[in-house]
């Protein structure tokens, strides 16, 4: 628990730090099977383009009972909108597909221990925005193909995150102000 303060430091300022030349689109939370966290998005110079953050401690394990300590994960992905259907009074739906990398300290599916992973990762979705409301919803899934590090019997061994895929089908929301 005493991580979790240095964890969104550092979240928000790689974040600021990202967005120096742009400007933070919306900030808010992410709800998952996977677990809960903070997300930002911060617009590009292509208004179809949007990059966003999102830092969550991984709970899925907790929830199923098996682990009392969560993991934690920061995720990057630079998003493009497929296609817009704009609605009346500034309301818009959209559709996306990015890819990004994530990298964290996590338990694998079926395995002992927490380890470090590092992947690339791909992911689609949709968002609603609701100027007038200043809301941001966003739903979508997450595949993510990397490396997992971990210690067995005094000795690292590097291995496939089999969580990244396993758990691609769990769908997330987040929820978020959205900054005119």
């Known amino acids: 628990m005493k991580a979790i303060i240095p964890a969104i430091s550092l979240f928000l300022a790689l ?14 939370t992410w709800h998952s099977f996977k677990g ?12 179809k383009e949007t990059n966003t953050f999102t830092l969550y401690a991984e709970l899925w394990d907790t929830y199923a009972g098996h682990l009392t300590a969560p993991g934690g994960k920061f995720v990057f992905s630079h998003n493009i909108t497929l296609h817009d259907f704009d609605a009346a009074d500034g309301e ?3 559709l996306f597909a990015g890819a990004g990398a994530s990298a964290g300290w996590v338990k694998d599916h079926g395995r002992d221990g927490f380890g470090m992973m590092a992947a690339l990762n791909g992911s ?3 968002c609603a925005a609701f100027a007038r409301k200043h809301v941001l919803i966003c739903a979508g899934i997450t595949l993510e193909a990397g490396p997992w590090l971990h210690m067995t ?3 690292y061994v590097v291995s496939l995150y089999r969580n990244g895929i396993y758990q691609a089908y769990y769908p997330y929301i987040s929820i978020s102000y959205l900054f005119k």
């Open 36 to 47: 809960l966290g903070l997300t930002m998005q911060s617009a590009t110079r292509n208004p």
């Open 15 to 28: 974040a600021a730090c990202h967005t120096a030349g742009g400007q933070v689109r919306s900030v808010g």
């Open 92 to 94: 818009a739906f959209s």
């Open 124 to 126: 689609f979705g949709a």
């Open 153 to 155: 019997e005094n000795r």
